[in-house]
């Protein structure tokens, strides 16, 4: 998967239309919470801005209506980003049209514009030929650093490339070069750790990690399906029951590959959950071994001899993708099954492994461990890391030009 980036194209005195991915998380008095994801566009930015471009970005917020709703206004990223890259952002109030054309027009070199919410026009998500030529006509030349919505394919990441050439930004080619170049020749032993809710979500991800894994770490939610797949009583644990037969097909499916699947021994389970203050004081939570949870609890963490097996699975690894945690990490109990994995992820990437962490949670389990520089890539992408991790081809990156 060999695509053009930004070092392929000569950007001096052009306009370069640059999608990102700034769909970034507000508080009530709409501040950023996190800005991650603006951060990781900055090295793609500054070098075109350095290049002597002009800059004019392109991305959307939540999931607004024809309405417009205020909340969802890329005009609240203005402030942050001019701060962020030490230059004043110039806004447009929309991404096509008039008066976006003219201010585009005006551009200068090192001058940056950020357009209104792609999504506020439901021709984006559509991939509306007209609308993605409107958005193409802003610019000489293309940047996709939008990983986050690289399983889409809309006007802006795919439409855009039909009348503009289109590079992967630093960003994208990060992305594209640790999860598609890890996963089309991983360095072995390769070791795959799944966790979240639900196996339901994961099914592909799993299917395709069988067939390139030497081991695979399923825990979290998703874990007791299994456990109830095999005949365990899982007490009030979260499942699928309707995922049963699959469990067992993809148990079946790992031993007849010789992929060892690691499964939880014990958990930590309560019988007041979701929590209050008394349930830690009042004895409501226990350790008890993966056949021994009693009706009325429920599961919501991996115990102790859990987090060894899956430190030790991970002893030596070489390639380590993890995505899920492990449990309720959010609260500080039933965090510990997650703590454990980022500090056994943490030390084989300091021992010479590739290590891979994607998808929200799994990105804010690991920010709560502090152990996120010690990764070697932490994938910006939900949705589309796991698309990616199943092998799916992706519209986004199909469409970047080829070198």
């Not at 999608?19 to 800005?35: L, Q, S």
């Not at 952002?89 to 003219?102: L, N, R, Y």
């Not at 357009?115 to 006509?137: D, G, T, V």
Request: with cysteine.
């Amino acid at each position: 998967m060999d695509k053009k980036t930004i070092k392929d194209i000569d950007v001096k005195g052009k306009k370069v239309f640059v999608r990102v991915d700034y769909n970034v998380p507000f508080d009530a008095d709409m501040n950023i919470t996190n800005d991650t994801r603006m951060v990781r566009t900055l090295p793609t930015l500054n070098y075109l801005l350095d290049g002597g471009a002009a800059l004019v970005l392109a991305c959307h917020i939540g999931r607004p209506t024809e309405a417009r709703e205020p909340q969802f206004s890329t005009k609240h990223l203005v402030k942050h980003l001019s701060e962020l890259l030490g230059r004043e952002v110039k806004w447009a109030p929309d991404c096509v049209g008039p008066e976006a054309e003219a201010l585009a027009a005006d551009l200068k070199p090192g001058e940056v514009l950020l357009l209104e919410n792609l999504r506020y026009h439901k021709e984006e998500k559509k991939n509306n030929p007209e609308f993605a030529k409107q958005l193409a006509a802003l610019a000489d030349v293309a940047v996709d650093d939008a990983f986050g919505v690289a399983h889409r394919a809309h006007a802006s990441n795919v439409g855009v490339t039909q009348y503009l050439e289109t590079v992967a930004g630093f960003l994208m080619e990060k992305e594209i070069n640790y999860i598609g170049k890890t996963l089309e020749a991983p360095q072995h032993p390769f070791v795959a750790i799944l966790g979240g809710a639900k196996v339901s979500d994961k099914i592909g991800v799993i299917s395709n990690m069988v067939d390139k894994v030497d081991t695979i770490i399923i825990g979290g939610g998703m874990a007791h399906t299994f456990d109830a797949a095999r005949g365990l009583n899982i007490g009030n644990s979260l499942v699928e029951p309707d995922k049963y037969d699959l469990a067992r097909e993809l148990l079946k499916k790992a031993e007849e590959k010789g992929v060892k699947v690691v499964l939880p021994l014990d958990l930590k389970v309560s019988n007041m959950f979701p929590a209050d203050e008394r349930y830690a004081t009042e004895g409501r939570t226990k350790i008890v071994d993966v056949d021994k949870v009693e009706d009325g609890w429920e599961a919501l963490d991996s115990g102790p001899k859990t987090s060894e097996a899956y430190t030790e699975a991970l002893a030596g690894a070489k390639t380590v993708i993890w995505n899920g945690p492990m449990g309720v990490f959010e609260y500080d109990d039933f965090a510990g099954g997650t703590l454990a994995v980022a500090e056994a992820v943490a030390k084989a990437t300091d021992e010479g492994a590739v290590s891979i962490v994607g998808g929200g949670d799994s990105i804010a389990a690991l920010k709560k461990t502090g152990l996120m520089d010690k990764i070697s890539h932490v994938s910006t992408g939900g949705g589309a890391t796991l698309e990616f991790l199943e092998g799916k081809v992706l519209p986004g990156i199909a469409a970047i030009a080829d070198k």
